[in-house]
C-alpha cells in the first residue's frame, strides 16, 4: 500500500474527545473515525488489523472443534419474550416495530436465536457435543459510550456456544475454550488476567473474565499478590474482619434502649457521636424487588455488593426504594432498621454475628443500643452480599488483598440450561427420553481487543503493534523522493519485498524526513526500512526495529532477503 494513495490521514493532534490513550492514537493513526457516539467506521489500517484478530480468533475456535455460523442481527422479539430477556433487560435493548407492527429487536447477544436454531436442529445425542460461533455485528444503545472502541454502542463480537448432554460434557470443554481464549491474547501481543466473574444477565453456573490491567477501565478486580487469586469485584469473595470482643451469651444480653442521636445519620457521623468503629453498627438499604420492599442489613465497614444481591435474591430486576416506599413499611429513612417493619423482606450480610450493634431506631433522631441478631430481627436471606474492600483478607490463603482497575476483554460461561429450558431445546438420550440440553456461551469483543493492544503496546511516540496484528509487517520511508536514484531503489524495494509475501506501507510521499519519521512511530509498524541519499552513498539502506532506538545499516543487494528474514 503506497502511503500517497492510503484513504485516511494521520493527524497531528488528537480531537478534544479523545479520552484515553488508545482512544487518541486509534484517531491519530488514521485506524478508524467516529461517527456518532459509539459507533466508528473502520479506515484502511484499522480494518486490517480486525481482519488479522479474527483470523486468530477463528484458528483457535476451530482448533477446539468450532464450526462458524452467522446470525442475523434483526431478531424477533418473541424469542427473547421466551426467554423472559425482553421484559428484563432495560433500554440498553433496542426494541421496535416492523412496518407490520411485529416486535423486534436489535441483538446485543446471540442466545435466543442459537437456542432456536439448536431446537431445530438437534435431534440425537449423537450429534453432541458441538461448539458453533459466528463473528458479527451487535447493538447496544449505551447510556454512556466512551474510550472509543472500550464501550460502543455498535460492535463486533466473536461469541461462540456450545452443547452438551450434561454438566459432565459441559466442564470437560470449558477448560478448552478458557485455553483457547488465553491463546487469542497471547497470540495478539497482550498480557490479561483471567479472574472469576459474576454470570450476571447470562445466567449460568460459572464465568471468568479476561481483563486487561488499566487505570482506564471500569471494572475494578480483586488480586492476591501472595496466591494469585483473581475475581471481578462483583463475584469476588474475601474474609471479613472478626469485631473486638467475645460474643454474648443469650443470658448475657442486655436489652435493647433508645439514644438519642440528631441529626446524626451517616456511618461516619455515628462512629464519631458513639466513639465506635464502623463494623459495630448496623446500616439498613432499602431496595424495591418485584414489587416487594427489601431491607439489606449489613455491618457499618462493609458495602452491599448488588451483584451478589441479584444472586441471593435470584433476581437482577431491583432498583433503590424511595423514601416513601421506606416510610410506608414503618421505616425511617436515615435512622432505619429492620426492626419493627412491616411486610419487607430482609437479607442478611454473613457478617453480622450474634453480638450487640447498634441499628437504627425507625424514628426521627434516635437510634437503638444492643441490638441482637436474631434475638431482635429475623432475616429471610443470609448471604454474602458484601462488596470486597481493598486490605481485606484473601479468602484462599490468609493475605491481604489490593483492587485493581481493568478492562473486561472476554468472558466465558457455564449458561447452564437457562436458555436451552425457557426454549425447549432437547434431544433424545442413548434411551430414548428428551433431554434439556445443557450449553455453555464464549464472547470476545473484537473493537475492544483492538484498543486494548494499543492500550499495552504504545509509548510518547505513538503505537507498538505486535508483529501478528500489526496492519503491515514494513514501513518503507524513501526520503528525498525527487532523486531519481532513491525513488528508483525505493520503488524497487516495494515490489520486491511484495512479490516475497511481505505486507509494505510505502511511503512515496513528497514530505520532510520528520514528518514521514513521525508517521512511522505514530502507525507503529514492526520494522522500518529507509532509503534515502546518505544511505545510497555506502550502498545500503536503513533498517530500524519500532521497538528500538537503534538502525542497522543493510547492504541493497542483501536488504531484501534480510527484510524478508524479518517479516516472515
Known amino acids: 500500500m503506497r502511503l500517497s494513495t492510503l484513504f485516511g490521514k494521520t493527524l497531528r493532534q488528537p480531537p478534544a474527545e479523545a479520552e484515553i490513550a488508545s482512544h487518541r492514537l486509534i484517531l491519530r493513526a488514521a485506524l478508524a473515525r467516529p461517527l456518532a457516539a459509539g459507533v466508528y467506521s473502520y479506515l484502511p489500517l484499522g480494518w486490517r488489523v480486525i481482519r488479522k484478530i479474527e483470523a486468530i480468533m477463528r484458528d483457535e475456535m476451530d482448533k477446539i472443534g468450532g464450526q462458524e455460523i452467522h446470525m442475523p442481527v434483526l431478531n424477533p422479539a418473541e424469542l427473547w419474550k421466551e426467554t423472559g430477556r425482553y421484559f428484563a433487560i432495560g433500554p440498553e435493548l433496542i426494541r421496535f416495530e416492523d412496518r407490520a407492527e411485529r416486535d423486534f429487536v436489535l441483538a446485543m447477544t446471540h442466545e435466543e436465536v442459537v437456542t432456536d436454531l439448536a431446537r431445530r436442529e438437534l435431534r440425537s445425542y449423537r450429534q453432541l457435543p458441538f461448539m458453533v460461533y459466528q463473528i458479527q455485528t451487535k447493538i447496544r444503545d449505551e447510556a454512556r459510550p466512551r474510550g472509543g472502541l472500550i464501550r460502543m454502542r455498535e460492535f463486533l463480537m466473536k461469541d461462540g456456544y456450545s452443547f452438551h448432554e450434561d454438566q459432565k460434557g459441559l466442564d470437560e470443554y470449558y477448560p478448552l475454550i478458557h485455553q483457547a481464549y488465553k491463546n487469542i ?63 454474648a451469651p443469650p443470658e448475657a444480653m442486655k436489652p435493647v434502649e433508645e439514644a438519642s442521636t440528631p441529626g446524626v445519620k451517616t456511618i461516619q457521623q455515628l462512629t464519631e457521636f458513639f466513639s465506635l ?84 431506631a425507625n424514628k426521627p433522631d434516635t437510634h437503638l443500643r444492643n441490638v441482637h441478631y436474631p434475638r431482635d430481627f429475623k432475616a429471610d436471606i443470609v448471604a454474602d452480599v458484601a462488596l470486597a474492600q481493598a486490605g481485606q483478607t484473601c479468602c484462599a490463603c490468609g493475605h491481604e488483598i489490593e483492587l485493581s482497575r481493568g478492562v473486561e476483554l472476554g468472558h466465558i460461561f457455564k449458561l447452564g440450561y437457562k436458555y436451552s429450558e425457557a426454549m425447549g431445546a432437547k434431544f433424545l438420550s442413548p434411551e430414548g427420553k428428551e433431554v434439556i440440553v445443557i450449553m455453555g456461551c464464549y464472547g470476545i469483543g473484537v473493537d475492544r481487543l483492538l484498543a486494548a493492544i494499543i492500550e499495552q503496546n504504545h509509548d510518547d511516540k505513538g503505537i507498538i503493534w505486535p508483529r501478528s496484528v500489526a496492519p503491515f509487517q514494513v514501513h518503507l520511508v524513501a526520503l528525498g523522493v525527487e532523486d531519481a536514484e532513491v525513488a528508483g531503489v525505493a520503488e524497487k524495494l516495494y515490489l520486491d519485498l511484495q512479490a516475497r509475501g511481505c505486507e509494505v506501507l510505502y511511503d512515496d510521499r513528497a514530505e520532510t524526513t520528520g514528518v514521514k519519521f513521525n508517521d512511522a512511530d505514530l502507525i507503529g509498524l514492526p520494522l522500518r526500512a529507509t532509503v534515502s541519499r546518505r544511505t545510497l552513498d555506502k550502498g545500503s539502506i536503513e533498517i530500524k526495529p519500532r521497538t528500538s532506538q537503534d538502525f542497522t545499516l543493510v547492504k541493497l543487494d542483501e536488504a531484501v532477503e534480510h527484510i524478508a528474514g524479518e517479516c516472515l
Open 185 to 247: 491474547y497471547s497470540r495478539c501481543g497482550l498480557q490479561v488476567l483471567d479472574v472469576e466473574a459474576d454470570t450476571g444477565m447470562m445466567g449460568g453456573t460459572g464465568s471468568h473474565e479476561f481483563i486487561l490491567l488499566s487505570e482506564s477501565g471500569e471494572d475494578t478486580v480483586v488480586i492476591c499478590r501472595n496466591c494469585g487469586y483473581a475475581a471481578n469485584v462483583e463475584a469476588a469473595k474475601a474474609l471479613k474482619s472478626d469485631r473486638v470482643g467475645q460474643h
Open 277 to 360: 468503629p464502623a463494623q459495630d453498627f448496623l446500616k439498613s438499604v432499602f431496595y424495591s424487588a418485584g414489587g416487594d420492599l427489601v431491607a439489606v442489613v449489613i455491618r457499618g465497614d462493609l458495602d452491599v455488593n448488588e451483584a451478589k444481591l441479584a444472586r441471593a435474591l435470584q433476581s437482577a430486576d431491583f432498583r433503590f426504594a424511595t423514601d416513601v416506599e421506606i416510610a410506608k413499611a414503618g421505616g425511617v429513612p436515615g435512622f432505619a432498621s429492620p426492626i419493627g417493619l412491616k411486610n419487607v423482606r430482609v437479607v442478611l450480610d454473613d457478617s453480622v454475628d450474634a453480638d450487640a450493634f447498634i441499628a437504627g
